[in-house]
């Protein structure tokens, strides 16, 4: 069985960091692109970053470029996002995401980012 389980996150203030961690099982982790999804309420969901397989190649959207950080640790399943000088607009349910060879695709449950003064 496939699970993704997200961690990290809390209420910070502007200017905070979070470090949200995504913990994966139930699948070959490392032969697979993963990604950090988020949806602010009443928005729909943000790709914010994404990550090859073996953590070479990485994106992120306009409004988190040079704030956020992805990275992964095949070896022990770990997905990751360093979270810095935080906005309020940053405020959402952070998921990690995979979509298999199949088109599968699998959800975490998320974690909540607050970021308010």
């Known amino acids: 069985e496939v699970r993704l389980v997200e961690s990290g996150g809390g209420s910070v203030e502007p200017g905070g960091s979070l470090n949200l961690s995504c913990t994966a099982s139930?699948?070959?982790?490392?032969?697979?692109?993963m990604i950090w999804v988020r949806q602010a309420p009443g928005k729909g969901r943000e790709l914010v970053s994404a990550i090859s397989s073996g953590g070479s190649l990485v994106y992120y959207g306009d409004s988190v470029k040079g704030r956020f950080t992805v990275s992964r640790d095949n070896a022990n399943n770990m997905l990751s996002l360093q979270m810095n000088s935080l906005k309020p607009e940053d405020t959402a349910v952070y998921y990690c995401y995979y979509r298999n060879r199949f088109q599968s695709e699998y959800w975490g449950r998320g974690t909540q980012v607050s970021v308010s003064s």
């Open positions: 139930g699948f070959t982790f490392g032969h697979y692109a």
